[in-house]
């Protein structure tokens, strides 16, 4: 079943302990960072966990940190612009939720090429069609274009989720209040 990690659970309580700190670009303490032996403190999680993932994500532009006695981390942007897509892709990689969907470099080819039968089509690309995955099935099979639909709405959903949302900086729009 579809999970996210401990890892990934961490990751949105400490960009969430940022965001709520203000420290971010329009923030009530914009010019502010957080410590992570205070984040550490307030998770209750061992320090060296919480500063490896803190610099996972200033490695990757979500962070910017400041060195020193008063050093600590802000966010780059706000935390209505950080989706659980951003934070997920750099803790997890990308999401794949069947090894065919992502492995289907055809996908991205030119929709022209895809209207080409295999033998007038290049070489590489009629390798994309059988690539590096084990399914003997992807030639003829009925669920890899439903799986890649799915696929792409999970995708989607992740990306529409905001961290102000996840850390409940902004009321969350419940069904029944959006169709208002």
Do not use: W
């Not at 009530?28 to 803190?54: P, W």
């Not at 992502?102 to 209207?115: E, N, Y």
């Not at 070489?123 to 669920?143: E, G, K, V």
């Not at 990306?159 to 029944?176: K, M, N, Q, Y």
């Amino acid at each position: 079943m579809l999970r996210i990690s401990k890892k990934a659970d961490y990751a949105v309580f400490l960009l969430g302990a940022i965001a709520r700190a203000g420290a971010y670009p329009g923030g009530h303490a914009g010019d502010t960072v957080v410590s992570a032996h205070e984040i550490a403190r307030q998770a209750k999680l061992n320090k060296s966990v919480v500063a490896n993932l803190l610099k996972e994500f200033a490695k990757h532009g979500l962070l910017e940190s400041t060195r020193g006695l008063k050093g600590g981390y802000r966010l780059v942007r706000a935390p209505a612009d950080i989706s659980l897509g951003d934070i997920l892709e750099i803790v997890e990689g990308k999401f794949v939720l069947v090894d065919c969907v992502a492995h289907d470099r055809a996908a991205s080819l030119p929709s022209g090429l895809l209207a080409l039968a295999p033998s007038q089509r290049s070489p590489a690309a009629r390798a994309s069609d059988h690539d590096d995955h084990d399914c003997a099935l992807i030639s003829f099979c009925p669920s890899k274009r439903p799986m890649r639909v799915v696929h792409e709405r999970i995708s989607q959903l992740f990306h529409e989720i905001r961290l102000d949302e996840l850390c409940s900086l902004a009321p969350a729009a419940t069904p029944a209040t959006a169709r208002r």
